[in-house]
């Protein structure tokens, strides 16, 4: 059985850490938390690994491998050549708790902070209605299987800067999702702009690692953006809604007749791209 040599990141918070070595045997069909496993049951047992379904749906194995946040149950060995060393690090966005465990708490604060779903409060429940389009639209965001990896390649967040108001592509997805939901009647973007939107520069790397292939820049965050800067920033916004005395109303629950009309051929604030050009 050949042996792939792992370098794996051991340590706390209150040691120095260091990269340990381990040669694990490889069988046909491995993935690295394969490995890891073995490492555990051979070589180390108390090598700390967060992980829960093996089958890339509970979003708790997140680590870096090879430099590349990955779910390690998804990675497999055999995606890497028979003499590559395998470097497996602990999200560095988080905090570390031990070995490949951070402490990923801060983004359940942040999710506090986004105005739940908002349905209208007169009428029947079993009278709403909404088209096919409308579901599709969304249910791409649904996907979201909070693993948080697009939060730890994201420059704002990896350079330590948390402490600002930008909640992340995740909760950026959220927010889209619930945006863009035809029933749904909050407006959420001032919080949007308070939530440091405006930081992210739609460099799409966090759309690269989405194990769910979630389109984050084009289809959630750039409409996003443009919500806000018709809010904000967009002049003939600003005035037409002076003059019909209301908001801009861009949301999945649309506010009729507060918007700018669409000029034909135009761009609309609140469609996403259907494919992956847009930034
Ligand atoms: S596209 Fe925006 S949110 Fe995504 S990683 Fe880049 S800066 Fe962060
Ligand atoms: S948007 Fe994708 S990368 Fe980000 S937390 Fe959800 S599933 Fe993970
Ligand atoms: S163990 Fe659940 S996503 Fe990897």
Redesign the pocket.
């Given at each position: 059985m050949p042996l792939v040599h792992l370098n794996v990141f051991r340590g706390t918070p209150q040691t120095e850490g260091g990269y340990v070595g381990y040669d694990v045997p490889v069988e046909e069909g491995m993935v690295v938390l394969d490995a890891l496993h073995w490492i555990q049951a051979n070589e180390a047992p108390d090598l700390a690994v967060r992980w829960n379904c093996k089958a890339a749906k509970c979003g708790s194995c997140g680590c870096e491998i090879n430099g590349k946040p990955s779910l390690a149950c998804k990675t497999r060995m055999s995606d890497f050549g028979p003499d590559e060393a395998i470097t497996v690090e602990p999200l560095r966005t988080f905090p570390l708790v031990r070995d490949l465990v951070t402490d990923v708490s801060w983004n359940y604060e942040v999710n506090k902070r986004i105005t739940p779903f908002t349905p209208p409060t007169d009428g029947d429940q079993a009278d709403w209605r909404w088209q096919q389009e409308d579901i599709e639209r969304v249910q791409e965001f649904r996907k979201c299987i909070e693993c948080f990896l697009?939060q730890d390649?994201?420059?704002?967040l990896r350079n330590h800067e948390t402490d600002r108001p930008f909640v992340?592509?995740r909760f950026?997805v959220r927010t889209a999702g619930l945006e863009m939901h035809p029933i749904d009647q909050a407006d959420r973007t001032a919080d949007l702009k308070d939530g440091g939107v405006g930081y992210?520069?739609?460099?799409?790397?966090?759309t690269e690692v989405c194990p769910e292939h979630i389109r984050?820049?084009d289809n959630a965050?750039i409409p996003l953006k443009e919500r806000v800067a018709d809010r904000y920033y967009d002049p003939i916004q600003i005035a037409w809604r002076k003059i019909r005395g209301g908001r801009s109303g861009t949301g999945g629950g649309s506010r009729a007749g507060e918007s700018l009309p669409v000029l034909p051929g135009g761009s609309s604030t609140g469609s996403p791209p259907s494919d992956g050009a847009g930034s």
């Open positions: 697009c390649v994201c420059h704002v992340g592509p950026l992210c520069n739609i460099t799409k790397c966090c984050i820049t965050i």
